[in-house]
């Protein structure tokens, strides 16, 4: 295989990989037109379109997937190699790929990074962050982070970190204005700052749970976001109720900044999870799942 033929191929794959033509790249240290040009130059010599392209979005096509699933152990094996080649005995080395909610990305593997890294220095460390459920192995990730609730069954889970807690609050300014809610059927009257799913785009239902009790309620209010932590300066700003993660509003509720409501209405519940496809792990996950489980409380 000539050389430019060998580019054109890791050029593919790290669109493919990226998902984007400018974060490839700069991955590949080239320009983006540079890169459009080397795939333009691969889908010639193909015969196939590879992608489909639009000004927002890079997909592949059934053809480029076929591709992508033929090169991808290729590439991984032979990054492998060459980093082996370069470690000390009994280094792990290689790169690992995981796909993380925002949320859990900051509150969960954020402090993680630095300690695994320091044990680990032979393994590169990607993370993308994306709220949206993704087919981890259709997009070529060895592991993803996600609510225990939301995992496939077919996944292994490790759990990361303890349980989670969701808080309805408010500011004190809001409640001296407005009737304090005593029941999840109240928020109905009242300002709910609310939030759209990242899967389907829809408002997300406020879920609620007591004695054995489940309601989802379908609240109203001024403004629905894309991004919940947006939502944490509007709640403080007296704008209305939010519904957020309690790491997220604890800290203002135990300075008297903001207000829990409705606080038996919303226990403790299984929080974020690692979850991987059953199939034989790579060395960088094999590391990375063992270290979890020794931080394990």
């Known amino acids: 295989m000539r050389g430019s033929e060998f580019a054109e191929l890791k050029a593919f794959v790290a669109i493919a990989e990226h998902g984007s033509f400018t974060r490839a ?31 927002r979005s890079v997909a592949l096509t059934e053809t480029g997937a076929q591709l ?40 969960c593997l954020a402090p993680l990074v630095a300690p695994f890294l320091q044990c680990h220095p032979g393994i590169k460390l990607e993370i993308e962050v994306d709220d949206r459920l993704v087919d981890i192995v259709a997009q070529g990730y060895d592991a993803g982070v996600r609510l225990g609730e939301r995992l496939e069954q077919d996944m292994i889970a490790v759990k990361l970190g303890g349980e989670l807690q969701m808080m309805v609050v408010a500011a004190p300014a809001y409640l001296q204005r407005c009737t304090m809610p005593l029941t999840p059927q109240d928020l109905r009257q009242h300002a709910c700052l609310g939030y759209r799913r990242p899967t389907d785009g829809s408002p997300y239902r406020w879920e609620f749970e007591r004695d054995g009790k489940v309601l989802e309620v379908k609240v109203d209010g001024p403004i629905l976001v894309s991004d919940p932590a947006m939502l944490t300066r ?14 997220q509003v604890q800290a203002y509720v135990e300075q008297g900044l903001l207000v829990q409501v409705l606080p038996d209405w919303t226990p403790p519940f299984a929080g974020f999870y690692l979850y991987y496809p059953s199939r034989s792990m790579s060395a960088p996950l094999r590391a990375w799942v063992d270290f979890l489980r020794l931080r394990a409380p």
């Not at 005995?89 to 690992?96: D, E, N, S």
């Not at 509007?234 to 790491?247: C, E, I, Q, R, T």
């Open 234 to 247: 509007v709640v403080l700003d007296g704008a209305g109720l939010a519904y957020l993660f309690a790491h």
């Open 68 to 107: 992508l699933a033929r090169l991808q152990p290729t590439f991984e094996a032979l990054e492998a190699a060459v980093a082996e080649a370069g470690a000390k005995p009994g280094t792990v080395t290689g790169r690992l790929r995981i796909n993380s909610t925002r949320d859990a990305a900051l509150h």
């Open 25 to 55: 790249a700069a991955y590949l240290g080239m320009s983006a037109s540079a890169l459009s040009q080397t795939l333009k130059a691969l889908e010639m010599r193909v015969g196939a379109r590879l992608f489909n392209r639009t000004t």
